[in-house]
Nanobody
């Protein structure tokens, strides 16, 4: 399975971005997909995740600001990020899980104050 991410960039505090992650390859079942992030000097942390049956969970720090969705084919996941804060600055990684786990290459999100 290959994951292709897009949508990162530089935005001012209070702005919005949308990240996309498209999965391709041998997909045999609906996967769980989501987003993690890693800021400099910190561990990778969960941002938002969608289970194979559509259950969502979010990090407390992004609840009410970020929304995770997926397309009807269940192979592309989106993360809409509103009201961005400087502390949201990180490399965001797409995550995919069915029988195995896969990670995207990461996309930089920088929020300026």
């Amino acid at each position: 399975v290959q994951l292709v991410e897009s949508g990162g960039g530089l935005v001012q505090a209070g702005g919005s971005l949308r990240l996309s992650c498209a999965a391709s390859g041998p997909i045999f079942r609906i996967p769980a997909m989501g987003w993690y992030r890693q800021a400099p000097g910190k561990q990778r942390e969960l941002v938002a995740r969608l289970s194979s049956v559509g259950m969502k969970n979010y990090a407390d720090s992004v609840k009410g600001r970020f929304t995770i969705t997926r397309d009807n084919a269940k192979t592309t996941v989106y993360l809409v990020m509103n009201s961005l804060k400087p502390e949201d600055t990180a490399v965001y990684y797409c995550w995919y899980s069915d029988v195995s786990e896969y990670w995207g290459q990461g996309t930089q999100v920088t929020v300026s104050s």
